[in-house]
């Protein structure tokens, strides 16, 4: 497949006038561009937090409503340890270490979901060809949900900005147990090829899967007995899905982000660093607590554009890009709220089906 080619038409130097200034920052302020202490201390945390329940749950029966509440937060957990862990890992900016950021990369393994498959599927293709329809394997729901205008339209799309809730909470289970072995043996995000895969990059993939089905399914059932088992993964795959379906859908598939389309040529007809500005959002950067949750993935403008900057720098070099934007004349996409955003997508959701 010809994957398309980004423009500049109106020779601008947007994106090189933007570098220029956040590396400033980071010079001036004599720090890396990478994660520091709070950061790791919340991945200990988190996986301490993590750990222990899981522990609780299987080895030690607690009264079944404590075992829900357990597993609702272990759900919440397995979203933070994504958005805070996985996610700055994943980008090469959690350390200046690459050992400790193939760790915290490799860390969504123990998750259920395959680092080597997110890394095609995200920092390759999402990441360079965002929105872009046929391409962006995260707006390729189909044909549950109509995530764009160029996506083929059928009856039940009329109801899905009411039923999305229930499929975004089917996330993780169709990502650990169908979309990995898909991208696996297919070799392919959608119709991009992955990178070939080295020796150690299938015996990798294997051994996290047979690990996760041990740990998650096997034993569990083995010690609690199936039905046990069956309910509280249910309850932790679910609230994990509904909120790592949420938080990421927030960033692109709302009513003011856009969807290009390849022009004569396969061209876009912006660059690259304007593409980003057009197909992303962010929401409520002014909540501390949100941007502590979801590691700082409410900044959606920032790590676009500065994916290998660690999120915990988002909000200091989210100044720069917004007051760079205004002089450029290039708009800003951003919600005050996360309620606002939700609003949008449900919105925006409810337009492509009736459209």
């Known amino acids: 497949m010809v994957t398309p080619k980004f423009a500049n038409i109106n020779g601008s130097n947007f994106h090189q006038e933007l570098k220029r200034r956040v590396q400033n920052y980071f010079s001036e302020a004599k720090i890396p561009a990478t994660g520091n202490f709070s950061l790791h201390f919340k991945a200990i945390l988190l996986w301490t937090c993590y750990i222990a329940l899981y522990v609780h749950v299987v080895f030690f029966t607690p009264q079944t409503w404590i075992a829900m509440a357990e597993c609702l937060l272990m759900g919440g957990l397995t979203a933070a340890i994504g958005f805070n862990v996985m996610h700055d890992g994943g980008h090469g900016s959690f350390s200046k270490s690459k050992f400790w950021n193939k760790i915290a990369a490799f860390s969504v393994n123990a998750l259920g979901a395959s680092a080597i498959m997110w890394n095609n599927k995200h920092n390759i293709v999402h990441h360079t060809y965002t929105n872009i329809?046929?391409?962006?394997?995260?707006?390729?729901?189909?044909?549950?949900?109509?995530?764009?205008?160029?996506?083929?339209?059928?009856?039940?799309?009329?109801?899905?900005?009411?039923?999305?809730?229930?499929?975004?909470?089917?996330?993780?289970?169709?990502?650990?147990?169908?979309?990995?072995?898909?991208?696996?043996?297919?070799?392919?995000?959608?119709?991009?090829?992955?990178?070939?895969?080295?020796?150690?990059?299938?015996?990798?993939?294997?051994?996290?899967?047979?690990?996760?089905?041990?740990?998650?399914?096997?034993?569990?059932?083995?010690?609690?007995?199936?039905?046990?088992?069956?309910?509280?993964?249910?309850?932790?795959?679910?609230?994990?899905?509904?909120?790592?379906?949420?938080?990421?859908?927030?960033?692109?598939?709302?009513?003011?982000?856009?969807?290009?389309?390849?022009?004569?040529?396969?061209?876009?007809?912006?660059?690259w660093a304007i593409h980003q500005l057009e197909t992303t959002a962010n929401f409520a950067t002014k909540s501390k607590l949100i941007s502590w949750l979801v590691g700082g993935l409410n900044f959606q403008i920032e790590h676009h554009l500065f994916p290998k900057i660690s999120h915990v720098h988002y909000p200091a070099i989210s100044k720069i890009i917004k007051n760079t934007c205004e002089e450029f004349g290039i708009k800003y996409i951003e919600y005050k709220k996360m309620r606002h955003a939700i609003v949008s997508h449900a919105l925006y959701l409810k337009r492509m089906g009736r459209a």
Not at 185 to 195: A, N, Y
Not at 235 to 243: K, R, T
Request: aromatic letters at 20%.
């Open 133 to 271: 329809d046929g391409i962006d394997d995260d707006i390729e729901i189909k044909p549950m949900l109509r995530m764009c205008s160029t996506q083929k339209r059928y009856y039940i799309h009329r109801f899905q900005h009411l039923y999305f809730w229930f499929l975004y909470s089917l996330l993780l289970i169709f990502w650990v147990f169908f979309s990995d072995y898909s991208k696996y043996f297919s070799q392919k995000v959608g119709p991009v090829p992955i990178k070939k895969m080295s020796l150690f990059d299938h015996f990798a993939f294997w051994i996290a899967k047979i690990g996760y089905l041990f740990m998650m399914i096997v034993l569990p059932i083995y010690l609690l007995g199936f039905v046990e088992w069956l309910v509280g993964f249910l309850i932790l795959s679910m609230s994990a899905g509904l909120i790592l379906s949420i938080v990421f859908q927030l960033a692109h598939t709302v009513e003011e982000t856009a969807f290009p389309i390849p022009e004569e040529n396969n061209w876009i007809e912006n660059e």
